[in-house]
C-alpha cells in the first residue's frame, strides 16, 4: 500500500497545490496589471513631454495655462516628508521592540502590544487632522511662530508616527525568534542585559529589522491622506520642513479627483507619476531584499 501511495499521488495534493500556485499568481498578474495600465498613460505623457524636462524639471504646474511638467518638486517633496518620517519611526519602532522582546515583563508587553497594533489601525484621515488641528497649530506653532498651516514637519512627524507600530511589531517578532540558547550563552560569559541586546540579539535578528525598515519605509512612500490633508497641495522645490510641500502621491490624488478631461496631458500625468513612484519603490524593495540576503549570509 505505501508503495502504491508513493507512486501514484493524491489527487487532493493536487488540487491543493493548484490553489496555492493560483493564490501566489495572483500577486504577480496584479502587479503586472498595474504596470501596464500606468505604461500605457506613461508613453502617452511622454509623447508630449520630453522625457529630460519631466524627471530634471523643476517647475510642476500642470493645470496652468503655461504648463510645466518637472517632476523634481513632487519627488523633493515626497523624499523630504519621507526622511522626517523614518527619522521618527525608526529610533521609536527599534526602541520599543527591544523593550517589548528583552525588558518588559509578559503582563507589560500584553498591554503594550494591543497598543500597537491598535495604533497601526486608525485610519490615516484621521492622522491627517490631527497632524493639521492638533500638531501644527498646537506644539509646532509654539516652536516656530513662522511655521505654515500646511508644513511637511507635522506631517512628517505623525506619519512616523503611524509607521512606528510596524516597525516595532516586526522588529520585536524578529527578536523574540532568536534562540534563547544565545542569550543563556552570552550571560554564562558574563554580558549584561544591554551587551547580550547589542552584540548577540540585534546581530542575531538584523535581516528580520532591516526587511522591518524597508516595509515601513515603503509604507511612508506611498502614504496619501496624511500628506493631502497636512503637507498642503503647493509643489516647492525645497528643504525647509515648515513650508508645505506636495507629494506624489497627493498629486495623484487631488488630480485624479479632479475635472481633468480624459486624453489630456495633465490627466496623462497622473499615469507619469504613478508609474514613477511605482518604479522607485519597487527598486528600493529590490535594494532592501538584497540587503536582507547580505545581511543573513554577513551573520555566524
Known amino acids: 500500500m505505501s508503495d502504491l501511495l508513493r507512486g501514484r499521488p493524491r489527487h487532493a495534493e493536487r488540487v491543493i497545490m493548484g490553489v496555492l500556485v493560483a493564490a501566489a499568481s495572483v500577486s504577480i498578474a496584479t502587479t ?3 504596470m501596464a495600465s500606468l505604461l500605457v498613460g506613461t508613453i502617452a505623457f511622454l509623447r508630449e513631454v520630453p522625457i529630460v524636462e519631466f524627471l530634471l ?7 496652468f495655462d503655461d504648463a510645466q511638467y518637472g517632476v523634481l518638486p513632487l519627488v523633493s517633496g515626497t523624499l523630504v516628508i519621507t ?40 485610519p490615516t484621515v484621521v492622522f491627517g487632522f490631527f497632524a493639521l488641528q492638533f500638531v501644527t497649530t498646537t506644539l509646532l506653532r ?10 511637511a514637519l507635522s ?15 516586526l522588529g520585536e517578532d524578529a527578536m523574540s525568534a532568536v534562540p534563547s540558547g544565545l542569550r543563556d550563552g552570552s550571560y554564562a560569559l558574563g554580558a549584561s542585559r544591554r551587551q547580550t541586546v547589542i552584540r548577540v540579539v540585534i546581530p542575531a535578528a538584523m535581516s528580520g529589522i532591516v526587511a522591518a525598515f524597508v ?15 497636512a503637507a498642503g497641495l503647493r509643489p516647492r522645490m525645497t528643504l525647509n520642513p515648515l513650508e508645505g510641500m506636495q507629494t506624489m502621491t497627493s498629486y495623484i490624488a487631488a488630480a485624479g479627483s479632479g475635472d481633468l478631461s480624459t486624453g489630456s496631458v495633465a490627466y496623462q500625468s497622473i ?30
Not at 509654539?142 to 508644513?151: K, S
Open 32 to 34: 503586472i496589471g498595474i
Open 57 to 63: 524639471g523643476t517647475q510642476w504646474t500642470p493645470l
Open 83 to 122: 526622511a522626517i518620517a523614518v527619522a521618527v519611526a525608526i529610533p521609536l519602532g527599534l526602541g520599543s521592540a527591544i523593550y517589548l522582546s528583552e525588558y518588559a515583563s509578559g503582563t507589560v508587553r500584553g498591554i503594550l502590544k494591543p497598543v500597537l497594533e491598535v495604533l497601526a489601525g486608525i
Open 142 to 151: 509654539a516652536a516656530f511662530p513662522g511655521i505654515e498651516v500646511f508644513n
Open 155 to 169: 506631517a512628517g512627524l505623525v506619519m512616523g508616527i503611524m509607521i512606528m507600530p510596524m516597525v516595532a511589531s
Open 215 to 229: 516595509l515601513a519605509i515603503s509604507r511612508a512612500i506611498g502614504e496619501t491622506m496624511i500628506v493631502t490633508v
Open 271 to 300: 499615469f507619469a507619476v504613478g508609474f514613477l513612484l511605482f518604479a522607485m519603490t519597487l527598486l528600493m524593495n529590490v535594494a532592501g531584499i538584497r540587503l536582507v540576503r547580505r545581511t543573513r549570509r554577513a551573520l555566524p
